[in-house]
């Protein structure tokens, strides 16, 4: 497998050491090996956030999305929904939107797992995850599994403490949703599904390239600047939303590091406003690349 075929963009190298654990206990064994081994590891999950290295890896990856499993309990009016890191957000969405759960009324089209979206604080401007998360479970390097309350992490914009856990992954994810009614949420989450029309989906992109600047929306100064269409080899800043770049036409990753990177530059020489990689990477580091 490569970095192509588990990314939403399509780019990326192979993975030659690809662990793909179904369940915590898996998980563990695995990195109590890497632990052994004082080897390092980087983490994928839905792929929709996240730049990998035109170079095959040695390093081991960890591929969360078979991590499916999911419990329901009920607490009085409340859902606690325990689901694996490598649930996709979509369908842990549908299942709340089908049973009238209120909680992901904001993430109609995001994509990715669960387990990103929680290390991230995914979110719209109608909400974020990080609101209903109950608890997180963390598997540590030598394999030993910990649970933390969402009430003891700090979420910030598309951020979340658990970021600063480097050497750990998120394994299991508890949410805790209210039961509402069925058409308020499905209207809620319509009207969050309608910003979707102002972005480039279907395309390959890897989402909001850029964090929002406090009080400004990068994708405005991207476009002031200039940057909607602008390319470099196959990667094209998309003419829908410039902060997004596309995979036009067999783009490397340097190519979108690049791009990036002009675009970048260009804000800062107009506008003096030094943006902030949402975009992840493995493999390689961004906003290196002279530009
Ligand atoms: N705008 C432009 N030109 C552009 C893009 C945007 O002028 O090319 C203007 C829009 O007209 C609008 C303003 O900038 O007045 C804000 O744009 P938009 O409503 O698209 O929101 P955004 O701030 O660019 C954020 C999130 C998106 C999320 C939307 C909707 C970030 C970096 N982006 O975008 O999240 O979907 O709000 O809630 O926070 C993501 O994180 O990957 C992502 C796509």
Same mark, same amino acid.
């Given at each position: 497998?490569?970095?192509?075929?588990?990314?939403?963009?399509?780019?990326?190298?192979?993975?030659?050491?690809?662990?793909?654990?179904?369940?915590?206990?898996?998980? $563990?064994?695995?990195?109590? #090996? +890497?632990?052994? /081994? *004082?080897?390092?590891?980087? !983490?994928?999950? =839905?792929?929709?956030?996240? %730049?990998?290295?035109?170079?095959?890896?040695?390093?081991?990856?960890?591929?969360?999305? $078979?991590?499916?499993?999911? #419990? +329901?309990?009920? /607490? *009085?009016?409340?859902?606690? !929904?325990?689901? =694996?890191?490598?649930?996709? %957000?979509?369908?842990?969405?549908?299942?709340?939107?089908?049973?009238?759960?209120?909680?992901?009324?904001?993430?109609?089209? +995001?994509?990715?797992?669960?387990?990103?979206?929680? !290390?991230?604080?995914?979110?719209?401007?109608?909400?974020?995850?990080?609101?209903?998360?109950?608890?997180?479970?963390?598997?540590?390097?030598?394999?030993?599994?910990?649970? +933390?309350?969402?009430?003891?992490?700090?979420?910030?914009?598309?951020?979340?403490?658990?970021?600063?856990?480097?050497?750990?992954?998120?394994?299991?994810?508890?949410?805790?949703?209210?039961?509402?009614?069925?058409?308020?949420?499905?209207?809620?989450?319509?009207?969050?599904?309608?910003?979707?029309?102002?972005?480039?989906?279907?395309?390959?992109?890897?989402?909001?390239?850029?964090?929002?600047?406090?009080?400004?929306?990068?994708?405005?100064?991207?476009?002031?600047?200039?940057?909607?269409?602008?390319?470099?080899?196959?990667?094209?800043?998309?003419?829908?939303?410039?902060?997004?770049?596309?995979?036009?036409?067999?783009?490397?990753?340097?190519?979108?590091?690049?791009?990036?990177?002009?675009?970048?530059?260009?804000?800062?020489?107009?506008?003096?406003?030094?943006?902030?990689?949402?975009?992840?990477?493995?493999?390689?580091?961004?906003?290196?690349?002279?530009?």
């Amino acid at each position: 497998m490569t970095g192509a075929d588990l990314t939403t963009l399509g780019i990326g190298g192979k993975f030659l050491d690809l662990l793909v654990p179904e369940d915590g206990n898996e998980l $563990s064994l695995m990195m109590r #090996r +890497i632990h052994s /081994e *004082g080897r390092s590891f980087s !983490v994928l999950g =839905g792929g929709s956030n996240v %730049l990998v290295t035109d170079e095959d890896m040695e390093t081991p990856v960890i591929l969360t999305t $078979s991590m499916k499993s999911v #419990r +329901i309990n009920r /607490e *009085g009016e409340r859902l606690l !929904v325990t689901c =694996g890191a490598g649930v996709a %957000l979509r369908d842990l969405m549908a299942m709340t939107l089908r049973e009238g759960w209120s909680g992901l009324e904001f993430a109609p089209g +995001i994509p990715g797992t669960v387990g990103g979206a929680v !290390v991230g604080n995914a979110g719209s401007r109608y909400g974020t995850i990080g609101q209903s998360v109950h608890s997180v479970r963390l598997m540590r390097p030598g394999g030993a599994s910990t649970e +933390i309350g969402g009430e003891d992490i700090e979420w910030g914009y598309r951020m979340s403490g658990l970021q600063r856990e480097e050497l750990s992954i998120v394994w299991e994810v508890a949410f805790s949703f209210r039961e509402s009614d069925r058409n308020a949420v499905l209207a809620e989450a319509k009207r969050s599904a309608a910003i979707r029309g102002m972005q480039p989906v279907g395309r390959r992109t890897a989402g909001c390239v850029f964090m929002n600047p406090p009080e400004d929306s990068a994708g405005r100064l991207l476009d002031l600047a200039g940057c909607k269409g602008l390319s470099v080899g196959g990667a094209v800043v998309s003419d829908i939303h410039a902060n997004f770049i596309e995979n036009a036409e067999g783009a490397s990753a340097a190519d979108v590091a690049k791009l990036a990177d002009v675009c970048r530059e260009r804000v800062s020489d107009i506008f003096g406003v030094r943006l902030r990689f949402e975009l992840k990477s493995i493999g390689m580091s961004l906003g290196d690349c002279g530009g």
